[in-house]
């Protein structure tokens, strides 16, 4: 059974930092992709940063281009996002995924067949 469980989520003061990780079992994950999705309050998940099998290749919203910084451990199959300087619109939850990385990059949540529960983050202003 595959689970990806997600960790490090909190409350932050606006421009603060907070790491998540993403642990993951129950598949070798070698051909998946894998991404960060924010759901926030009211809202649709969106998406905010993936990275390729081997973790060659990184995409990120732009809102988060520069600030937020996706990385994975093949061997512990693990995945971070760090993210810097937070805004209060990022308050959320945000979910690990996973998915066969039939094409980049993979920014839709249908190209995702695997979703964590979640851990929430909240930005204070």
């Known amino acids: 059974q595959v689970q990806l469980v997600e960790s490090g989520g909190g409350l932050v003061q606006a421009g603060g930092s907070l790491t998540l990780s993403c642990a993951a079992s129950?598949?070798?994950?070698?051909?998946?992709?894998l991404g960060w999705f924010r759901e926030a309050p009211g809202k649709e998940p969106e998406f905010v940063a993936a990275?390729?099998?081997?973790?060659?290749?990184?995409v990120y919203a732009d809102s988060a281009e520069g600030r937020f910084t996706i990385s994975r451990d093949r061997d512990e199959y693990k995945m971070y996002l760090q993210m810097n300087n937070l805004k209060p619109e990022e308050t959320g939850i945000y979910y690990c995924?996973?998915?066969?990385?039939?094409?980049?990059?993979?920014?839709?949540?249908?190209?995702?067949?695997?979703w964590g529960q979640g851990t929430q983050v909240n930005v204070s202003s």
């Open positions: 995924t996973a998915g066969l990385m039939r094409e980049w990059p993979m920014v839709r949540r249908g190209q995702y067949n695997y």
């Open positions: 129950g598949r070798t994950f070698v051909r998946d992709a």
């Open positions: 990275i390729s099998w081997n973790g060659g290749r990184t």
